[in-house]
């Protein structure tokens, strides 16, 4: 297990265009998180599922915005209808509840929207 | 709501001297604190948290509940320390928001030989 892993790494889509990411957490993490991370700026928390239950969406998730993670395991990201405003890096994180919960980030997706 | 906040964008120092990262914090709540590092081309880490009380590669950060800070300190900053800082909050566990990260802006650590 190299940790924690992101697909893909890069995307240019089109303005309009509907893109999807994947994160595969750390096999035996029940908790999985997206984070979105302007330039210049923190990440910024999006949602979090804990096994397959979507417990918290943040106000910045547009109904654009969808986030899946079916059987617990990998999470997907999908972004319907693209603006520029959502060229970023997505983030995904793991963690295993009550172990101190430690988040182990992924090497993001870097999305470009012209 | 939470707030994180890093005032300085830019921190440069020479090796040797003491380096202090700011962190101040809103939460209304009861918070556990990060530092979070990303070293040049390395994906986000966690460095140390507040409930762990340890020093990890010479850095620590007392949580000041008074102040609502968590200042990143070391006695001699080494060239190696240059990257990327950012401080974050959760809420405690039990708390709602439990789970998510906010995070500050983030400083960017300059070591100089």
């Known amino acids: 297990d190299t940790g924690v892993s992101q697909d893909p790494r890069h995307k240019i889509t089109k303005r309009g265009q509907n893109v999807t990411f994947r994160c595969d957490p750390i096999s035996e993490h029940n908790r999985l998180y997206w984070y979105r991370q302007t330039l210049g700026q923190g990440p910024e928390f999006l949602t979090y599922f804990q096994n397959e239950a979507q417990l918290e969406k943040s106000r910045l998730l547009s109904d654009r915005f969808s986030a899946e993670r079916p059987k617990g395991s990998f999470s997907t990201l999908e972004i319907q209808r693209t603006e520029q405003g959502d060229s970023a890096m997505y983030l995904c994180?793991?963690?295993?509840?009550?172990?101190?919960?430690?988040?182990?980030f992924g090497p993001g997706t870097r999305l470009t929207v012209l | 709501a939470q707030r994180v906040t890093q005032p300085e964008k830019l921190l440069s120092v020479f090796k040797g001297a003491p380096v202090e990262l700011k962190c101040n914090y809103s939460?209304?709540?009861?918070?556990?604190l990060f530092w979070y590092v990303q070293y040049s081309r390395q994906r986000l880490q966690l460095l140390l948290r507040h409930i762990s009380r340890e020093s990890i590669k010479g850095f620590t950060a007392d949580l000041n509940k008074g102040e609502t800070s968590f200042h990143l300190k070391k006695p001699f900053a080494q060239e190696e320390d240059s990257a990327m800082y950012y401080c974050a909050l959760r809420a405690a566990a039990g708390g709602t928001s439990y789970g998510k990260l906010t995070f500050g802006q983030g400083t960017i650590l300059t070591v100089h030989p």
């Open positions: 939460y209304s709540g009861s918070p556990e």
């Open positions: 994180a793991s963690s295993l509840a009550g172990t101190g919960d430690e988040q182990f």
